[in-house]
Every structure is written in structure tokens, then in C-alpha cells.
């Protein structure tokens, strides 16, 4: 008895009103608990306990068959009654709480909406009330409110849950009722009493015959609710009942689905009258309902004039019109799927119940008792431990988009291995089930609904699944990075790739591991274009003449400057001999070059010098990537990486700095360079002859334009632009080799190397290099060997372009770090720049740092003018640079003297970004204003600071740019801008002032 | 621009209304007493978005005076009404972020968050010790007890003092000043118009009693270093030159009594310097080289400044008398008389430069009240339209 009291405690809060509930209950309380909640959502967890109790039920269910338990259980309900007997003041007398409770519940209408709102658990009890009152309603006879107390009573008996559930039926009665209550409650609790004298005994309850015609009247009610308990209902109530403990508890599961969709899906009633069939065999469960009936027969008066089935009809419209049931519409069909799928999935027998529950009551018992027999013997279900294993197992399977696909080709590829798994339940390696576990924990909470499981019924090949993702998964979590082969040997290879990708997706939520593990198992290594290995070693295989010297064969870090697929690409294009040609020259180049590459890295126009490099390396040899790498690997890198870094930050802040140091810095390297290229290369540069610059004036314009478009620049519309900025890429493209032949000329290998890095810092070399032969004619051939050096310049390259771009922002993808430059490639490679090799090799004659020692003493006017538009190309997008390059232009023409000088400005300017960090660039001013003489123009400058006089941050600037700057000793292609001057001012605590800007300038206009 | 005489004078404020202390307002003027009574309505001349009877009357709680020119306190007061959008602060800085919202047109419209009073003295924190300002001579002042505190509290949550900046609480004291009755200032510095004599400082303490004018004090300063430059064979104490060839409009002399160390502007800057942060321009303060007396550098300039700088006498007269008249005028007909004295003291270029400012100041403060007024803000977005209009009809007929 005492086990069985306390299994009917949950179950009166389940079907808290009617008595019936409790006599159902025992181990199926726990049961119908259980369902109720879990199956809405059906999580996970749930269905493990599900399983877990199903698997006890299953067994218990064993051996109550032999053992009498129903009769327990009936004492135990009957023992119910004779507490509500005791309980029938309370009735008449409601405690507070049950007024607070039964208040809210007064209208079942009310009662059905806050449940479906709350939970599912409150809704079955409201359900189950207004079941009651269906049922109450379809029979008005009196006795069935004294019924109802003293099932009340008897719950109140049992437990505190009881007695509230009691409550809450009874304030019902009482709002309701009321007067009809009253008159009939003196005849109730006579009834009660004597159900209650004779309280365990389930023959009290038998004793009650006139229940059963009620009842009768009232299947038809059940039928509709189809309630799998309710089968027991049926005449055999004695016999029924203690069947229907066995039953129900195998059936628990479906009846658990099967009441939550009638409490979803049907209204009060018709959730309540499935608990009612099932709760109540005897006839106390009939007297209880027909009081409930007739509560609610004021609320539904219309309900009480049709037969139970009327009602069924409208129930479901109801609650659809109800916002609950609006609401609740989803879990429903969430519930029924997922019902569906567990039942199919765990127990056949589950879809069945369903079925029966749809049907009538007796069909619902008699398939449900059926099945559970036939489910009895899987195996899997009885033990919780086969459950668990299930559900890990099924859990695998599911749930992702690509399930459904790899599933049906797992199905087919399983067969062979399906029995290996389930056979052995230890197969799983430890590893595998950790990871499996995390997999299924992150599986189960995403899936909630349940949907996704219907696909994955097949268990077979779940494991298989299981087996061949544990190996999978095996290699990679030891070695993740590393390519693990997927195992093509079972699956197949497809089905293991598409398995690796919907377990790799379900795994991680980051797949991309996974799958690119599995390109690259696939695809050779070379084909990846990131990775600098490959690409060191092709251009070692390729050029066994770079790897003469030492220095460059190291394998270098400093790749940092060119990204490697430029080099692989370059590699790829040129394989031509020229290459080897150009190597002995090209070598001492790049390696001093590499080291003012990291200099103008400082300089901070360094990013865009990879799109260029890449653009120029296309002709370019292997040797090329070779020497960048020999140049990585000296030493002064790290340290101009550093200095890079640092003035990248710098930079961020504000843009414009100091020369000098810099320049300083780079004339060391270069000069150390020189010499160690001198004694590592001969002099020799055997570049092609240098050709001269076609006359693109003679051109025609289509002819220019096609030129143009070459180049990858954006359609320019006037002529002169469209021939300066073909001046530009042509000398920019030759540059280097002109300034070979200066460099010839010259007879010193020194001074090659020295200007090529004075190239790249000042703007000088730029013009020098021009100045040994800038219209030498050009040829594709000379070209090509350009290339080479512009390949070389690569390494360099990153200063070249560096000239161009003012903005702190290339600054800091200039970084040395090879990473850096590998982002301000992406960056800087504006989709033009880089298919035109033009771009980059204007870059090499931009350089300008002041202190360059040639600098711009040997500079003929013109190589400045295509210098600036080169550097400006390959820093911005195509769009910007093309407005930038119109904006120069404009100043560029060649001819004319002031365009000339214009040019200078802007290759100062360029030169100045160059050369000074942006951190400098303050301080530069600062000095400047600090050493302005009295007498100077910019003393009022200085006067007007320490006067605290708002300064016009326009006129400093325009000092600064013509004259302090230069005065200051600071160079001449330094330039500041306004925004530059504008930080100092405020990072100095200036007043200053943009007359430009707003409504100053609009009034300056008015005035004017 | 041409140089203008640092004015004696000049503060941002905060307003705080009294009936709604939620509501607040920030400006600026080089005459808090009449501005505030202009906020008030007992004159003419407040701004838009102070004029609602709801939020009348209000009160200035603090004030940030120092600034050397009316600009750079317009620059300090749009920084304090838009924290969140000033160049003066860093992003990483900021405590208050500008909010986007879409208009119905689909516009994205950046809104200056609400500030509280807590927000407004973070913020106020903040630019005071921002690179742009923490130069500057500027002093804090609170009227209010219950605002001070708050400061303080603030002041404690960050870490290090408030370097540099005078901070005090200022509460009215009695309504009878025990103070000498200041010598009356230079003809060409009093203030025309009758209107100004009702703001003079009254009592002791609070606003009421702030003493705005020092011009006893500069007077002296400027008295003795006209004195010492009349000597022509004076030199600079520091490179030993002489100031014949610029007429001393260069030279600073020490302020401190029985020191007659003349300098160049440069090079005591450079003396100041040394001891301060490298690459600085703008020195703060430093030490006398001769009297070995902290000096600021602010009081040597404002005398440069009012010296070489201010108008003579005959000229301000005949300049604001006029003025007075056009403002008087235009108070009464328009109700434009903001900072008219102040007009009065700028010649024609600068006053129209003022004008501008003003504008601005007025637009500018509108964006930081508080109180939840849109129409209030049209109101007055149109009326500094209306009065730019004015002011440059005016300009042209001057």
C-alpha cells in the first residue's frame, strides 16, 4: 500500500481533480508525469527517462502481472475517497489557498487558457477539470457532485499535491454551481460518506452501480477524447482497473504522447475525458464528472445540450480560436512528430498507440496492450542502459540539413557494418565516445522539436554512422591540423566526405577544420597558395643558381613582404630562362633592396608594394621569391619589423614624421647591403638593353585607351591623362632597368644596389633611374627581364609602393611581419593594380627620402610626374585610385613647368609619408615651430601658439608644406596635410581652426 | 585671423534648471551673470532652448573659465555638448557614444545621448584633461553644493588628481561683499551700456560674487612692463637682445612683484619648456628665471596680450558707443543682445567673427539640452538663422 500512495501522489497532480487519476497511478503516475512535460518538446533528456521508466515499467510490469498489484492500487484509490470524506467540510469550506487557486480556475475557459500558457503539466489539470465538467454536463445527475467531493476528499487524504488539486476543482464547483451545489451538496457529502466508511475497499467503488449508465451515456464523450486510459472505463471497472495499471504502464509512453495531444489539441473537455477513462473505471470517477458537468454547465450550456460528440467537433475550433491554441498550435504538431518519431524510433509500439488514440478508447487499450506486448520483447527498451545506448546511437544520426541526404547514403553503404557496432556495445574507443558525447550534447540541444529525429530512425544505420565518424573523428582530434585520410574503405568516398561534413558541422558548429582537412586531402600541397614552403622549394627546384649564395638560399621568414601565391603565380608565368639570366644582378639587388623595403616599412606606403610585386612578378622568375626569401633572412629584418610595427602604430595616430631617422636608418642597411651584395654578386647587371619610352602622344587615343585599360586603370577621358599615366606605368615598369644602365654606366655594383634602395626611400632614385634612360624603347622582351627585377623588387616592392600611399593605413599593413603583408596585399591589390605590372614598377622610382644621397640632384623633370600617379594606383581601390590619379593628373602634365613643380610637391608629400612614420610627423612640427627664427614667416605661427591665438590650421600647413618643412631641415618632399596639422594642433593643445570647413569658408566666399 | 585681446573673461557654463533638475544646458559667455539672466528671461536675449516657463528659472552650476578666447570656448563648450562626436576626445575615450536612429525617411540620424548630471561632469572630467585642453588655463567652478559632491565622487573613481586644474566650490556667501571695492577698471575696459552695470559682482561668493574682471590686476602688470620696455636698452634676460626692433611686442615681463626679468616671448617659452613634456609647444607654467617664482604662462601673455593687443582707449569708446547703440537697438527690436559687451570690445571684422561664434554657440547649445524638445530645438535652429540673416544686414550697412 504505502508504494502505492506514493505513486498515486504524483499522479493526483497529474489529473489532480478526479479520484480516478489516483487509482491509474502507481508506477504509471510517474509515467503520465513525465510524458505530459517531456513530450511537448521532447528533449533529449526527456526521452532518456522516458526510456529509463519504460524500461522499469516494462519490467515491473513483468512481475505485477504475476504478483496482484491492482488491488493495491485500488485500496490505495479507495483510500482516497474516505480522506475526502474528511475533506468534504473543505469542500463547503474551501482553505484560502484553494480560494486563491480556485478563483482563477472559476472559469475553466480561464483555467484551459493560463494553463496552455503556463505549462503543459498545469493545462492537463485544467483539462482534466473541464474534461469533468463535459462530463458532468452530458450527465446532469446529482450524484455526480457528491462524487466529485469525495474524490476531492480522498485526494486531500493522500498528499498536500491532492488537496490542492482539490482546491482548485472545487472553486469551480462553487462559482458555478452555487446555488445547484448547495442543494446538492447535502446530499454529497452523505454519499461520500459512505464510500468513505468503507474507503479501501474497491467494491465500495463497484458498489455504485448507477454511475455506469452515466457512464455509458458518457463514452460516447470518450470516444472522442480517445483517451487510452479510458478503455479500462469500459464495464469491467474492477478488472479493467487493475489491468489497466499493467497496461498503462507499458503503454505509458504513447499515452503520455497520446494525453498531451488531446490537452493541446482538444479542448478541456476533451483532454480531461481521456484522463477520466483512463482514471476511472469506477464509478466514483463517473459521480466526480458529473459534477464537474455541472460546473460547467453555465459556462458551456451549449455543450450541455449536445452529446458528447457535438462537443468534440467544436473543441478543436475552440482551441484554435483561443490564443493558447494559437499558440500551443506548433507544440502540437511538434509533439505529434516527435511522438511519431520516438515511438517509431524506440518502440514500434508507439505509433500504434497514437492510432488507438485517435480511435476509440477500447481499439486504443486493446493496440496499445498489444504492442507493449510486442514491444516487450525488444530488448532495448527494457534495459535503461540499451536505452541510453540507443539514443547516443540515434542521436548521431539526425539532425543537420545533410542528415537526410547522408543518411539515405549511409543506409545504403551501412549494410555491411550496421552489426558491428550494435553487437559490440564497448566498441567505442574512448576518445571517440568523448567526442561523440560533446556531439550529442550539442545535438540535443539543438534539436528540440524533434523533427529531425524522425529521420534518423533507423538504428542500424545510425551506428553505422556512429562507427564510421568515431574513426573519422579518431585521426582528426589527434591530429587536427595534421590531414587525416578519411577512411574511404567502408563508406565509400563520398559518403565519408558527406559524413565528415555533417558530422564536422554538428561537431564543431566550425566544420571548416574538417572539411579543409579533407580538401587537402584531396587537392596536392602545392595547390594551397598560403603556404610559403611549397613555393620556397619550387623556387629552389626551379633556380639552382639562386641557391648559390647563402644568404638567399636561407629559407626566409621575410616572405613576409610578397605574398607567396604572387610568388607561386609569378613562378608559374615566367619559368622562362630570362629569369636565370637576370638572376646574378638580381640577387645582390633584392637582397639590398629587401632590407629598404623593411626601411620604407617605416616609411609606412609599403602595403600596397604587393599587389605590385605581384603584378610585376608575373613575368618574373622563380629566383625572384628565392631572393626575397635570402632577403628574409638577414638579420636587420626583424629589427626593421620591429621599427615597422612600431611606426605602424605610430602611424595610426597621426600620419606624417620625421625623415630623417628613417632615412638614416635605410642609408646603414642600404650601405651594409651594398657591400655584402657586392661581395656575394658581381656588378654585373645584365639586364636587357634598355628600350625607349614609346611616344604615346603619337598614339592614337583608342590605341591609348586599350593601353590603358592594360594597365587596369579605369577609363580616363582626356588624353594628357591617359599619356602621363602611360608614362608613369612604362617608367614605372622600366625603371629598374634604366636604373641598371645608369648603374652600368656608372661601372660600380654599389651604387646599383644603393640607388635601388634609395629608389625605393626617395623619390630622388626615382628620377635618377629615369634620367639613364627613360624613353629607351620599350620591348616585351625588356620587359620580361624587367620583370625579373621588379620581382626582385618584391621584396623591394613593398617600398615601392609604399611611396604612393600617404595614409597611415597602408602604414600598417606595411608591417615587416609577413603576415601583415600578406593582409595589405589583399588590401592594396585593388583588383586593377594588380594585373597591371605597370602599377608596380612606377612604385620603385617613388621613393623619397630626403637624405637619399643622389636624391633629386640627377632627376630629369619627368620621371616625377609618372611616379606619383604609380604610387598613388596601387594603395587604393581601382575607384579611388583612378580619382586620385585624375586629381594628379591634373597637376601632372609633363610640360608644363608648374605641373612640374606640383609634382614635386606631391612626390615630397609622397616621399615625406614615406620617409617619416606618422608618430614623426608631430614632432616634426613641433620642432619646426619650436626652432622658428624671429625674424621667419612662421614665427607668427609660433607667436600666435604661445599667445594661445586660434591658428588656421590651413595657413600653418601651407607654411609648413612650402616652407617650414624645408626650413626645418626636415626635406623638401615632406608634406603635411591639414588633418595631420589639425592632430598636432589638438594633441598640443593649439586652438586651431579650419577656415575651410562650413560656414566660414561660405561667408569667406559672400565677402570675396 | 587677426589676434584679438584675450578677453578677461570667458566661460563655459551649466545650466541646470530648477524645476526640472534633469534639464540642463550648456553655454558659453564672457558674462555669466547677465547671460544667466538672460536664460531667465529678465532680459533679452536667451536662448530658444531655455525660454520654456516649465524649466524657468534656471541656475548655473559650474562654470569653466580661463579660456583665452572666445573661440577656443566654443570649441570647449561644443566639445562638452557633443562628447561624443568632439575630435578633441579619442574614440577609446569616450564615455558617451553617439546613438544612430533611422528617421522615417530612412535617414540615419547620429543623436548625442541624453547626459545626466553625472554624464556632464564625466565628460567635463574628461575634456579637461583631453591633450586638446589640458593646456589650457582653465579653472572649474561650482555654484551648487549638491553638483560638487558629485564631482568628487567622479574625481575619486579615476585614478590621479586632477592635475592642474583649479577646481572649486563656490557657494554665495553673504549678499555684502567684505571686499575692497575693486579700483575702477580703465575707461577702455568698463563696459558700456547700462545694462552691464547691472551684473556687476555683488555679495561674496557664487555667481553673483565672481569677480570676472581682474583688470586692476593686469592693469598693474601692464603698467609695469610699459615701464620697464620704455627703457630702450632693455634686453631680453635670456638671449640678452634687445626689444627695439618690435617695440616689445614680443617681450613678457615676469608678474611678480620686484622681478624685472623681461623676455622674449620664445625664449622664456623655451625656458618654461624644458622642464616640460618633450616636443611641447604651448608651455603651461614655469619659473621665473630670475625670481625663481612659479609663473604662468597664461598671465604673461594676457599682459602681453592686453598690452600690445587692446585697443586704444579713444577707439573702444567711439567703437562702443556705437556698438551700444546698434545692440541697444537691435535688443529691443530683435532680442539679440547676447554678448553685446562683448561686441563692443571687437572691432568690425571681429565683431562679425563674433557674430558667427555666437551663432554658433547658440545652435551649438541647443544640441545639449536635455529636455526632450524638438520643436524647441527648430524653434531655435530657426531663429539662428534668422539672426545670422540680421547680423550680416547689419554687418553690411556697418
Redesign the interface.
Known amino acids: 500500500m504505502a508504494p502505492l500512495k506514493t505513486t498515486t501522489d504524483p499522479i493526483i497532480l497529474l489529473s489532480s481533480p478526479p479520484v480516478p487519476s489516483l487509482r491509474i497511478t502507481t508506477t504509471n503516475a510517474n509515467t503520465t508525469i513525465s510524458s505530459p512535460l517531456s513530450s511537448p518538446l521532447l528533449s533529449p533528456s526527456a526521452l532518456l527517462q522516458e526510456l529509463v521508466e519504460k524500461g522499469k515499467a516494462t519490467i515491473g510490469k513483468q512481475k505485477d502481472t504475476k504478483t496482484p498489484p491492482r488491488q493495491v492500487t485500488l485500496g490505495g484509490i479507495w483510500s482516497v475517497p474516505s480522506e475526502s470524506e474528511d475533506l468534504a467540510g473543505v469542500v463547503t469550506k474551501p482553505p484560502p489557498k484553494r480560494k486563491r487557486t480556485t478563483k482563477p480556475t472559476g472559469d475553466p475557459i480561464v483555467k484551459n487558457s493560463r494553463a496552455k500558457r503556463d505549462s503543459i503539466s498545469p493545462t492537463l489539470t485544467d483539462v482534466l477539470l473541464k474534461s469533468k465538467a463535459l462530463d458532468q454536463v452530458g450527465a446532469k445527475d446529482p450524484n455526480k457532485p457528491k462524487t466529485k467531493t469525495t474524490r476531492k476528499k480522498g485526494a486531500g487524504k493522500d498528499g498536500h499535491i491532492v488537496a490542492k488539486s482539490s482546491k482548485r476543482s472545487m472553486p469551480t464547483k462553487s462559482r458555478f454551481f452555487g446555488q445547484p451545489d448547495t442543494a446538492e451538496a447535502s446530499s454529497k457529502p452523505l454519499a461520500y460518506e459512505k464510500p468513505a466508511l468503507i474507503p479501501k475497499s474497491p467494491n465500495k467503488l463497484l458498489s455504485e452501480p448507477p454511475i455506469h449508465p452515466a457512464r455509458r451515456q458518457w463514452t460516447p464523450v470518450k470516444d472522442t477524447v480517445i483517451s487510452i486510459d479510458s478503455s479500462p472505463i469500459t464495464d469491467d471497472l474492477e478488472t479493467g482497473e487493475e489491468k489497466d495499471t499493467k497496461y498503462r504502464r507499458l503503454p505509458d509512453f504513447a499515452s503520455m504522447v497520446g494525453e498531451m495531444k488531446l490537452s493541446t489539441s482538444y479542448g478541456r473537455e476533451g483532454s480531461a475525458v481521456p484522463l477520466f477513462g483512463g482514471l476511472d473505471k469506477p464509478g466514483n470517477v463517473l459521480i466526480k464528472k458529473r459534477a464537474i458537468e455541472m460546473v460547467n454547465l453555465p459556462n458551456s450550456s451549449t455543450l450541455a445540450g449536445h452529446k458528447p460528440k457535438a462537443p468534440k467537433l467544436k473543441q478543436p475550433k475552440k482551441k484554435q480560436k483561443t490564443i493558447t491554441g494559437q499558440a500551443t498550435a506548433q507544440y502540437r504538431e511538434a509533439k505529434e512528430a516527435a511522438s511519431h518519431s520516438l515511438l517509431e524510433y524506440f518502440t514500434p509500439e508507439d505509433p500504434s498507440a497514437e492510432s488507438a488514440a485517435a480511435e476509440k478508447p477500447t481499439r486504443k487499450r486493446k493496440t496499445a496492450s498489444e504492442k507493449n506486448k510486442d514491444s516487450i520483447p525488444a530488448p532495448v527498451l527494457l534495459s535503461p542502459k540499451a536505452a541510453k545506448r540507443q539514443f547516443d546511437e540515434t542521436e548521431c544520426i539526425f539532425g543537420t540539413s545533410s542528415q537526410l541526404e547522408v543518411m539515405a547514403e549511409i543506409e545504403i553503404v551501412n549494410s555491411p557494418e550496421p552489426a558491428e557496432d550494435e553487437n559490440a556495445p564497448d566498441y567505442l574507443p574512448p576518445s571517440t565516445s568523448i567526442v561523440r558525447r560533446s556531439f550529442l550534447k550539442t545535438l540535443t540541444k539543438d534539436r528540440k522539436g524533434g523533427n529531425k529525429l524522425v529521420g534518423t530512425r533507423r538504428g542500424a544505420n545510425i551506428d553505422l554512422l556512429d562507427v564510421s565518424i568515431v574513426e573519422d573523428f579518431e585521426a582528426p582530434s589527434h591530429e587536427f591540423p595534421v590531414e587525416p585520410k578519411l577512411p574511404e574503405s567502408r563508406l565509400g568516398r563520398g559518403t565519408t566526405r558527406k559524413l565528415w561534413d555533417a558530422a564536422a558541422r554538428d561537431l564543431n558548429g566550425g566544420l571548416l577544420s574538417v572539411e579543409v582537412i579533407d580538401m587537402s586531402l584531396g587537392n596536392d600541397i602545392p595547390s594551397l597558395p598560403s603556404s610559403p614552403r611549397p613555393i620556397e622549394e619550387i623556387s629552389a627546384a626551379g633556380n639552382p643558381d639562386l641557391l648559390e649564395d647563402p644568404a638567399l638560399s636561407e629559407p626566409g621568414e621575410v616572405i613576409e613582404d610578397e605574398p607567396i601565391p604572387n610568388l607561386r603565380i609569378e613562378d608559374q608565368s615566367m619559368g622562362t630562362p630570362l629569369g636565370k639570366v637576370v638572376q646574378g644582378e638580381d640577387i645582390p639587388n633584392l637582397r639590398i633592396e629587401g632590407q629598404p623595403a623593411n626601411v620604407s616599412q617605416e616609411n609606412g606606403v609599403e602595403e600596397e608594394f604587393i599587389p605590385n610585386l605581384r603584378i610585376e612578378d608575373m613575368p618574373a622568375p622563380v629566383k625572384m621569391t628565392r631572393v626575397a626569401m635570402s632577403d628574409a633572412d638577414e638579420p636587420n629584418d626583424l629589427t626593421f619589423g620591429d621599427l615597422a610595427k612600431t611606426l605602424d602604430r605610430a602611424s595610426s595616430i597621426i600620419p606624417n614624421s620625421a625623415t630623417i631617422s628613417c632615412v638614416g636608418v635605410t642609408a646603414n642597411i642600404a650601405t651594409t647591403l651594398v657591400d655584402s651584395s657586392a661581395a656575394t654578386s658581381g656588378p654585373g647587371p645584365r639586364v636587357q638593353f634598355v628600350t625607349s619610352m614609346p611616344d604615346y602622344n603619337a598614339w592614337i587615343t583608342t590605341k591609348l585607351k586599350a593601353e590603358v585599360a592594360k594597365y587596369g586603370f579605369k577609363d580616363l577621358k582626356t588624353r594628357p591623362r591617359m599619356i602621363s599615366i602611360l608614362e608613369q606605368c612604362w617608367q614605372a615598369k622600366n625603371k629598374r632597368n634604366i636604373e641598371h644602365d645608369g648603374n652600368k654606366c656608372m661601372g660600380v655594383t654599389i651604387s646599383n644596389t644603393f640607388t635601388q634602395r634609395t629608389r625605393s626611400t626617395s623619390p630622388s632614385l626615382s628620377y635618377h633611374a629615369p634620367s639613364g634612360g627613360p624613353y629607351n624603347p620599350p620591348s616585351r622582351g625588356y620587359s620580361t627581364t624587367t620583370a625579373p627585377g621588379v620581382s626582385k623588387f618584391r621584396e623591394n616592392g613593398p617600398t615601392i609602393r609604399r611611396c604612393p600611399t600617404r595614409r597611415p593605413s597602408p602604414i600598417r599593413t606595411r608591417c615587416p611581419s609577413g603576415t601583415e603583408i600578406f593582409k595589405s596585399p589583399d588590401r592594396g591589390r585593388s583588383p586593377t593594380p594588380r594585373d597591371q605590372p605597370t602599377t608596380s614598377p612606377p612604385v620603385a622610382g617613388q621613393p623619397a627620402a630626403s637624405k637619399a644621397p643622389r636624391s633629386s640632384l640627377e632627376h630629369p623633370p619627368r620621371p616625377l610626374s609618372p611616379s606619383k600617379p604609380a604610387q598613388s594606383i596601387p594603395l587604393r581601390s581601382p575607384k579611388r585610385k583612378a580619382k586620385k590619379h585624375k586629381h594628379k593628373q591634373k597637376h601632372h602634365s609633363p610640360s608644363s613647368p608648374r605641373s612640374l613643380s606640383k609634382s614635386l610637391s606631391l612626390s615630397r608629400s609622397r616621399s615625406c609619408s614615406r620617409s617619416r612614420s606618422p608618430t614623426k610627423t ?2 616634426m612640427i ?2 619646426i ?2 626652432g ?1 627664427k ?1 625674424g621667419s614667416e612662421g614665427f607668427k605661427f ?9 591658428i ?1 590650421v590651413e595657413e600653418l600647413m601651407e607654411w609648413l608644406n612650402t616652407r617650414g618643412i624645408r626650413e626645418g631641415g626636415y626635406g623638401k618632399e615632406a608634406v603635411v596635410s591639414t588633418g595631420e596639422v ?1 592632430d598636432w594642433c ?6 586651431c ?1 579650419l ?1 575651410d570647413a562650413g ?2 569658408a561660405q ?1 569667406a566666399q559672400k565677402k570675396s | 585671423m587677426e589676434p584679438v585681446e584675450i578677453p578677461a573673461f570667458y566661460c563655459v557654463y551649466l545650466l541646470r534648471s530648477t524645476i526640472n533638475p534633469r534639464a540642463f544646458y550648456i553655454g558659453s559667455t564672457p558674462d555669466p551673470r547677465r547671460r544667466l539672466a538672460q536664460h531667465n528671461g529678465e532680459r533679452i536675449g536667451g536662448a530658444v532652448r531655455t525660454s520654456r516657463p516649465s524649466l524657468r528659472p534656471w541656475e548655473m552650476t559650474c562654470i569653466v573659465s580661463g579660456f583665452t578666447s572666445s573661440v577656443a570656448a566654443l570649441q570647449f563648450e561644443w566639445a562638452w555638448q557633443n562628447p561624443d562626436r568632439t575630435s578633441k576626445i579619442k574614440d577609446s575615450q569616450r564615455i558617451s557614444k553617439s546613438i544612430r536612429k533611422t528617421t522615417k525617411l530612412g535617414r540615419t540620424k547620429i543623436v548625442t545621448p541624453r547626459m545626466g548630471a553625472k554624464a556632464l561632469l564625466a565628460n567635463l572630467h574628461l575634456l579637461l584633461h583631453v591633450p586638446a585642453f589640458v593646456r589650457w588655463p582653465l579653472s572649474v567652478r561650482f555654484f551648487v553644493e549638491d553638483l560638487y559632491p558629485v564631482w568628487q565622487a567622479y574625481c575619486r573613481t579615476i585614478s590621479g588628481p586632477l592635475k592642474a586644474i583649479e577646481v572649486t566650490l563656490d557657494l554665495r556667501k553673504s549678499e555684502q561683499s567684505r571686499r575692497s571695492p575693486s579700483p575702477p577698471p580703465p575707461l577702455g575696459r568698463r563696459r558700456a551700456g547700462s545694462h552691464s552695470k547691472k551684473y556687476l559682482p555683488t555679495g561674496e561668493g557664487g555667481l553673483q560674487g565672481l569677480e570676472i574682471t581682474n583688470d586692476h590686476y593686469l592693469d598693474r602688470h601692464v603698467q609695469k612692463s610699459r615701464d620697464l620696455l620704455r627703457d630702450e636698452d632693455i634686453k631680453c634676460g635670456l638671449c640678452a637682445q634687445g626689444f627695439v626692433h618690435d617695440g616689445g611686442a614680443t617681450a613678457v615681463v615676469c608678474p611678480h612683484a620686484f622681478c624685472n626679468h623681461v623676455a622674449h616671448l620664445q625664449c622664456l617659452s623655451r625656458v618654461f619648456l624644458e622642464t616640460d613634456v618633450q616636443y611641447a609647444v604651448l608651455p603651461t607654467e614655469g619659473v621665473c628665471p630670475e625670481c625663481r617664482k612659479p609663473t604662468k604662462w597664461v598671465d604673461l601673455v594676457r599682459e602681453l596680450s592686453s598690452r600690445t593687443r587692446r585697443k586704444s582707449e579713444v577707439v573702444k569708446t567711439k567703437k562702443s558707443i556705437g556698438a551700444a547703440g546698434t545692440v541697444a537697438g537691435e535688443e529691443g527690436e530683435e532680442g539679440e543682445a547676447e554678448d553685446a559687451d562683448m561686441e563692443l570690445m571687437l572691432s568690425d571684422s571681429d565683431a562679425g567673427f563674433y557674430e558667427i561664434i555666437s551663432q554658433i554657440s547658440d545652435s551649438g547649445s541647443s544640441l545639449s539640452v536635455t529636455d526632450s524638445d524638438s520643436a524647441a530645438s527648430v524653434h531655435s535652429l530657426g531663429s539662428a538663422g534668422k539672426s545670422k540673416k540680421k547680423k550680416s544686414k547689419k554687418n553690411r550697412r556697418t
Open positions: 608631430p614632432k613641433s620642432c615651430i619650436l622658428v624671429p609660433s607667436q600666435a601658439i604661445l599667445m594661445y591665438d586660434p588656421s589639425k589638438i594633441s598640443n593643445g593649439i586652438c581652426v577656415e560656414w566660414r561667408r
